[in-house]
């Protein structure tokens, strides 16, 4: 029942923008801090953003000023709002919800920065 479903990943030139989607479904998403996590081939996966329920944000420092994580409770949605995109922002960015019993991961979207 418990589901994360990202989207909005694709190929973008740099300097460029993209906004990711993660859709939840289950009854967690409202008492939960979400992350976006993101992997590159061959590199283990970094935190990117997270938000709490409350709206906190923090930052891997290298998306400072870049990216903005976001979430919609009433729809269940996590964003990430990425500008001025770089090539070593490339990778497979995936959605993470935390809970005691385990941590739920979407499926990835696959973030491609080129040109």
């Known amino acids: 029942q418990m589901q994360l479903v990202e989207s909005g990943g694709g190929l973008v030139q740099p300097g460029g923008s993209l906004r990711l989607s993660c859709a939840t479904s289950?009854?967690?998403?409202?008492?939960?801090?979400m992350g976006w996590y993101r992997q590159a081939p061959g590199k283990q996966r970094e935190l990117v953003a997270t938000i709490t329920t409350g709206g906190s944000t923090n930052y891997v420092d290298s998306v400072k000023g870049r990216f903005t994580i976001s979430r919609d409770n009433a729809k269940k949605t996590v964003y990430l709002q990425m500008n001025s995109l770089k090539p070593e922002d490339t990778a497979v960015y995936y959605c993470n919800l935390p809970t005691p019993i385990r941590d739920y991961w979407g499926q990835g979207t696959q973030v491609t920065v080129s040109s």
């Open positions: 289950g009854i967690f998403f409202s008492i939960s801090t």
